[in-house]
């Protein structure tokens, strides 16, 4: 799988497309027909018996924006807009731990009114007929984290030596399981269906970057990673579930570490891959902030390297589907504009549709991250309003309506 781009062969089908069919309206779909879980089938994503290739993106913030009910418009607004896009995934946070705002106040205890604003990201995500990839927890303090545990299990006198006895403190793991049962036992009280059952949500995610810098070896996090998996199909095993990962390699093959950016971070994305109830994998892409001392062309490389790497193992290692989960351009780079991160999303979602034409594991991408108007203490440099933007929309509904197209030739 090669970098460059394939614009041409992807313009050209998108007008196709055009002139058969119309882009996604902004009415919401009708869902009287049964909805059904998206699954794996082989190396790929399988919905209604169809492969399902897509397009999508982040929105870390839904929960806590969906909270306080005179901002719900924003979420419908970002739902909407991604829908007319031809955008059907979206990753999200079922998180907020300890912090302001928090969903979780303190181990076992909950603010209901946060819980509501998830229910009702579900419910939207619902009705714009958008997938939810849920996550449990945050390996920052952003949103409380693994810190957060820690901490918490530090106040009630337990000896905990630093943030990555997350891993191993029976205390701090089961304040973790605690609240991964609470979520998916969780009944939505708009649509009264519990999370587990709920064919919205396309997969459950272990953690947002998981990280261990008191092992290197990535031992230690698939430890926990085994442990965690095995939990939440005990009580779930309709649902997709996945770890987080960024992506880099750890022990299992050192001769794949020279694809990592010069460093490592504790996991160990093909031995971590390989636990059996882990259904797909993911990486993360941030090569302006890994490679930052390094010019543009030389980030572009790495990404292509980044992505061919570890398109390749998904499909010859661990035979399951593969998601980048994460990636963008941030306005804050040098010499950023907008044709440029155009330009290098295109490359991106080029080297995706290439993939899956092709009959790899790619199934499909994330973009970070998209806002509604008017969230600007949201803004992290890589946001993207939709309706404020029209060369990127108009970048991402094309890939969004060529990986659909494909979906159908598969």
Not at 58 to 67: G, I, L, Q
Not at 369 to 396: R, S
């Amino acid at each position: 799988m090669g970098f460059t781009s394939n614009c041409i062969h992807v313009a050209i089908l998108v007008l196709s497309l055009a002139l058969v069919s119309r882009a996604r309206v902004l009415d919401p779909v009708d869902h009287s027909s049964t909805p059904e879980f998206v699954r794996i089938q082989g190396s790929q994503f399988v919905l209604r018996r169809s492969t399902f290739l897509f397009n999508g993106f982040n929105a870390y913030w839904m929960m806590t924006v969906a909270s306080d009910p005179s901002k719900r418009h924003q979420v419908t607004e970002v739902f909407r807009d991604a829908s007319a896009a031809g955008m059907s995934v979206c990753r999200t946070w079922a998180f907020a731990d300890g912090s302001s705002n928090a969903l979780q106040l303190s181990p076992g205890t909950y603010d209901e009114r946060v819980f509501q604003g998830l229910d009702f990201v579900v419910s939207e995500a619902r009705r714009f007929n958008i997938f939810l990839i849920l996550s449990f927890v945050n390996n920052y303090k952003d949103y409380g984290g693994r810190p957060q545990y820690v901490q918490w299990a530090r106040n009630a006198g337990v000896q905990v030596n630093n943030d990555d006895d997350f891993y191993t403190h029976p205390v701090v793991k089961g304040h973790y399981r605690n609240h991964v049962q609470r979520v998916i036992t969780r009944i939505n009280t708009i649509t009264r269906v519990a999370y587990k059952d709920e064919p919205t949500i396309m997969a459950w995610e272990l953690m947002n970057e998981p990280r261990c810098e008191a092992d290197y070896s990535g031992r230690t996090v698939n430890g926990w990673v085994q442990e965690m998996a095995s939990f939440v199909k005990s009580i779930d095993n309709k649902h997709l579930l996945e770890i987080g990962m960024e992506g880099f390699y750890g022990d299992t093959m050192p001769e794949k570490k020279q694809f990592n950016p010069g460093y490592q971070v504790g996991t160990d994305f093909i031995s971590n891959h390989l636990i059996k109830e882990i259904d797909f994998a993911t990486i993360h892409a941030y090569p302006d902030i890994w490679l930052a001392k390094q010019n543009e062309d030389a980030q572009m490389a790495f990404m292509g390297r980044w992505m061919e790497s570890h398109s390749t193992d998904a499909q010859t290692i661990l035979k399951k589907p593969l998601v980048i989960a994460e990636f963008g351009k941030s306005s804050k780079d040098p010499g950023f504009t907008s044709s440029a991160r155009d330009l290098y999303m295109g490359a991106v979602y080029s080297s995706i549709y290439k993939s899956a034409r092709n009959g790899g594991t790619l199934g499909g991408g994330l973009v970070w991250q998209v806002l509604a108007q008017g969230m600007q203490p949201y803004g992290d440099g890589y946001e993207i309003v939709l309706a404020d933007n029209p060369t990127t929309a108009a970048v991402i509904s094309r890939q969004s309506h060529a990986m659909a197209a494909l979906s159908h030739q598969v």
